[in-house]
């Protein structure tokens, strides 16, 4: 007959060879959830949406179109622009808002970098926050299959020294009703 459920102290000296107070908050959360029978795996990235700022998702789509070519090639084409505007059109007017060496185009592009650039920073930092989290996450994941794979183990084993224990009965049985052939 298999053994009664163990406790999650039980299973953190069998399974992981700790005592209880020497499990990581990770492999606690995993044999809770063995003892439980709860499952440890969800969808961390609807996690992470439903707790996201709307200054959380303004910094992503920032950081999204920033780094992206179609950004890229359109600030190059306001760029020239700029620049002919400010030389080869407005230029033949006397209308130069902004004559060469384009000191107000410097003045916005660095104003630009100045906002732009922390902007992005929060965006990366939240996506390696997201990173650790789901390390974390595929560490508790992992984890609870190879405790469940050596659960299975286990049970195969008792299964399989159950049915020897069957079977050798069954052959000292058969052996004691033979009489010995002379």
Same mark, same amino acid.
């Given at each position: 007959?298999? #053994?009664?459920?163990?406790?999650? &102290?039980?299973?953190? &000296?069998?399974?992981?060879? #700790?005592?209880?107070?020497?499990?990581?908050?990770?492999?606690?959360?995993?044999?809770?959830?063995?003892?439980?029978?709860?499952?440890?795996?969800?969808?961390?990235?609807?996690?992470?949406?439903?707790?996201?700022?709307? &200054?959380?998702?303004?910094?992503?789509?920032?950081?999204?179109?920033?780094?992206?070519?179609?950004?890229?090639?359109?600030?190059?084409?306001?760029?020239?622009?700029?620049?002919?505007?400010?030389?080869?059109?407005? &230029? #033949?007017?006397?209308?130069?808002?902004?004559?060469?060496?384009?000191?107000?185009?410097?003045?916005?592009?660095?104003?630009?970098?100045?906002?732009?650039?922390?902007?992005?920073?929060?965006?990366?930092?939240?996506?390696?926050?997201?990173?650790?989290?789901?390390?974390?996450?595929?560490?508790?994941?992992?984890?609870?299959?190879?405790?469940?794979?050596?659960?299975?183990?286990?049970?195969?084993?008792?299964?399989?020294?159950?049915?020897?224990?069957?079977?050798?009965?069954?052959?000292?049985?058969?052996?004691?009703?033979?009489?010995?052939?002379?």
């Amino acid at each position: 007959m298999m #053994k009664e459920r163990r406790n999650v &102290g039980e299973l953190a &000296g069998d399974l992981l060879g #700790k005592s209880l107070n020497e499990l990581s908050a990770d492999e606690l959360n995993v044999l809770e959830s063995i003892h439980q029978r709860t499952i440890v795996s969800e969808d961390l990235v609807e996690r992470a949406d439903k707790e996201e700022s709307f &200054g959380d998702r303004l910094s992503d789509r920032v950081a999204e179109i920033g780094g992206s070519w179609g950004f890229i090639t359109i600030f190059i084409l306001v760029l020239l622009g700029w620049m002919v505007l400010n030389t080869e059109i407005l &230029g #033949k007017f006397n209308q130069v808002f902004d004559p060469y060496p384009f000191i107000f185009l410097n003045l916005l592009l660095s104003t630009l970098a100045a906002i732009q650039a922390p902007i992005i920073m929060m965006s990366q930092n939240r996506a390696s926050g997201k990173d650790r989290m789901a390390a974390a996450h595929d560490y508790e994941v992992n984890l609870r299959a190879e405790i469940d794979i050596i659960r299975l183990h286990e049970k195969m084993d008792f299964l399989l020294m159950e049915k020897v224990t069957r079977l050798e009965a069954a052959l000292d049985e058969i052996k004691s009703g033979m009489k010995p052939v002379h």
